[in-house]
């Protein structure tokens, strides 16, 4: 049995769930986003809860049972809350700035990277005295959000000797040893 897929997903106020030719759809206060459901499983809105179940225990069911579970709890949530990534720059010289949904990177090259962010990613770079330059990045879709973030840090990986680059806040590194004289 799938534990996650069992799971009801209770609907916040203000937020509306529409279901139609296995396409559901999830209007909220922040936005709205939409989700192909497949292999027959079933969506249904019962007193503000959503339970979604599978015909059967074929090991395809099992598998998109949980996944669409929580395919759809992340669009809820997001439509209502809303999700955020955050990154840190670590590194001498490594600065991000941020002119409307244009991000620039100065991360060691002889040149800046230059990212035109989605317009759904409402993007900011926060630059304090003493402390590592910051990059927050917030969205109503947690794939998008991902998505931009794991761009953002696939052009300076964080090392395994000094830990310089770019990470996500509260990502703990795996350190190496250096040279041993």
């Known amino acids: ?8 997903i209770t609907l916040p106020e203000g937020v509306t769930l529409d279901i ?7 209007k909220g206060k922040l ?9 027959d499983i079933k969506v249904k809105v019962e007193e503000g809860k959503v ?20 395919l759809l709890n992340n669009m809820i949530i997001g439509v209502s809350k809303g999700w955020t990534k955050e990154l840190e720059l670590v590194g001498v010289g490594y600065r991000a700035s941020n002119q409307g949904q244009v991000l620039d990177l100065a991360l060691g090259f002889s040149h800046n990277i ?3 962010i989605a317009p759904e990613v409402k993007v900011e770079a926060v630059s304090e ?15 998008l959000v991902g998505a931009v973030a794991a ?19 509260g990502e703990i590194l795996r350190r190496k040893a250096g040279k041993t004289a």
């Open 1 to 8: 049995m799938s534990r996650i897929g069992n799971n009801p």
């Open 20 to 26: 139609k030719d296995s396409v559901v759809t999830v």
């Open 31 to 39: 936005g709205e986003l939409s989700q192909e459901i497949k292999d």
């Open 51 to 70: 339970i979604i179940e599978r015909p059967s225990d074929a090991k395809n069911h099992k598998a998109k049972h949980g996944l669409y579970r929580a």
């Open 114 to 116: 230059v990212l035109d």
């Open 129 to 143: 005295k003493g402390k590592t330059p910051k990059i927050k990045l917030t969205s109503f879709d947690k794939q």
């Open 151 to 169: 761009k953002i840090r696939s052009f300076r990986r964080p090392e395994p000797y000094k830990g310089k680059g770019v990470k996500f806040v």
